[in-house]
């Protein structure tokens, strides 16, 4: 299983790589991590299993934050209307997003990252994104909310891209345009 000690920090170069695509059909270590990056988040989501291994909750996580350079990540979230999103996602694209953007008014946070990084963080409001499952096969959704959110996250972390990288520096809480504030 992922411990928090398998979860690499900031710092570590390979935050900072574009990860590579996937090849299918996935071998079986690429199915195990796929299986294990989702379990993660389920049992971190869960406070028993989470005191008992000291994990920090979370509701998505990139292969590249086990060090694995893939192009790879788990959801594990609900959205507004309560309707659990639990995949993992392979060789993920945005194909088309809003010209309206969100942030969560409560700012972000990354389980890579130790210390509280204040600001707004932009978002496109709502997604077109494709992506391949474990077994190939080629799923198309459009999301919007708290999962369009966590997917843009998850997706800059395969670019090698932090959530602080789209903080305004002068002033982490100026308004976004053309923004419709979540949470
Ligand atoms: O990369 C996953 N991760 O660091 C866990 C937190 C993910 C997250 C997603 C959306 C908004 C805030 C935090
Ligand atoms: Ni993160």
């Known amino acids: 299983m992922i411990l928090m000690d398998n979860i690499i920090r900031e710092g570590h170069p390979t935050l900072r790589v574009k990860a590579e695509e996937v090849?299918?059909?996935l071998?079986?270590?690429d199915k195990?991590?796929?299986a294990d990056m989702l379990e993660y988040l389920i049992n971190s989501q869960d406070p028993e299993t989470a005191e008992k291994y000291g994990l920090r909750p979370g509701i998505g996580l990139a292969a590249n934050q086990v060090n694995v350079s893939k192009r790879m990540f788990a959801l594990h979230l609900e959205d507004e209307k309560g309707e659990l999103l639990s995949f993992v996602a392979i060789n993920p694209k945005i194909v088309s997003h809003s010209v309206e953007k969100t942030y969560l008014t409560g700012g972000?946070?990354?389980l890579s990252v130790?210390?509280?990084v204040p600001g707004y963080v932009p978002r496109y409001a709502r997604i077109t994104a494709k992506f391949f499952t474990v077994d190939?096969?080629?799923q198309k959704m459009r999301l919007k909310g708290l999962p369009a959110i966590a997917f843009q996250h998850e997706l800059d972390h395969l670019n090698g891209i932090m959530f602080y990288d789209h903080i305004n520096e002068e002033n982490p809480f100026a308004s976004i345009p053309d923004s419709i504030p979540f949470g």
């Open 136 to 138: 190939g096969k080629e």
């Open 23 to 25: 090849k299918f059909p």
């Open 32 to 34: 195990n991590l796929a």
């Open 114 to 116: 130790d210390r509280q």
């Open 27 to 29: 071998t079986e270590e």
């Open 108 to 110: 972000e946070g990354c």
